[in-house]
């Protein structure tokens, strides 16, 4: 059973650099998992923020960004705003049909 | 514009069933492949499943295999969740998206199932 694993919260100060990170239980993530990052305020369908691990969506301000940290998936805010307050979830493809999301991370600016 | 608009759900037992609907329009429906996913009350996203773009392959999360099926009707732009011993830990919003990629570029806006006795 594959197990997706991200931070349960974060916290960064407004104007900030914040990485909220994108792991496997076991093994390695690569570009190969196409991750992509998605942003949820409460009550709303979630937001696609970045594919593909490094591509914004359309729409999505340059201040984010995906990357693949070490072993890894990533996504950073540089400069965070009080709207960035939200839940982050990533998603990885594992191949035959079969996406995993992370449990995803709430971020907290303040 | 893209749009997607899930509906269908409801309250119902356990053991129950129920039918979920997504009508897409804004995009050329039978091109694309389709995923569903859902949010139980409080909790995480959880991929449920995916179909290809004419029907041709499916692919579903061990908790609903032999319960749920995914299909479409592309001739109505639509895709469906056909879901059967319906359970009380598959009380969830509901939100279908479409594949570009391998991402889910747009998403419904969700439709509640509530499992309960």
């Known amino acids: 059973q594959t197990v997706v694993t991200q931070e349960p919260s974060f916290s960064v100060s407004p104007g900030g650099t914040v990485t909220l990170t994108c792991g496997l239980s076991?093994?390695?993530?690569?570009?190969?998992?196409?991750p992509s990052w998605y942003q949820q305020t409460p009550g709303q369908a979630p937001r696609t923020l970045i594919y593909?691990?490094?591509t914004r969506s359309s729409g999505v301000p340059d201040r984010f960004s995906g990357s693949i940290l070490g072993n890894k998936a990533a996504l950073t805010i540089t400069g965070a705003q009080a709207d960035d307050e939200s839940d982050y979830y990533c998603?990885?493809?594992?191949?035959?049909?079969?996406?995993?999301f992370g449990g995803g991370t709430k971020l907290t600016v303040l | 514009q893209v749009q997607l608009v899930e509906s269908g759900g409801g309250v119902v037992q356990p053991g129950g069933s129920l039918r979920l609907s997504c009508a897409a329009s804004?995009?050329?429906?039978?091109?694309?492949?389709m995923h569903w996913v859902r949010q139980a009350p409080g909790k995480g996203l959880e991929w449920v499943a995916f179909?290809?773009?004419?029907?041709?392959?499916?692919y579903y999360v061990d908790s609903v295999k032999g319960r749920f099926t995914i299909s479409r009707d592309n001739s109505k732009s639509t895709l469906l969740l056909q879901m059967n011993s319906l359970r009380v830990e598959d009380t969830a919003v509901y939100y279908c998206?479409?594949?570009?990629?391998?991402?889910?570029?747009?998403w419904g806006q969700g439709t509640l199932v509530t499992v309960s006795s």
């Open positions: 998206a479409n594949v570009y990629g391998y991402y889910f570029e747009y």
């Open positions: 804004g995009f050329t429906f039978s091109s694309y492949d």
């Open positions: 179909i290809r773009y004419d029907g041709s392959n499916k």
């Open positions: 076991s093994g390695s993530v690569s570009t190969s998992h196409y």
């Open positions: 593909s691990t490094n």
């Open positions: 998603v990885l493809y594992m191949g035959s049909g079969i996406w995993v």
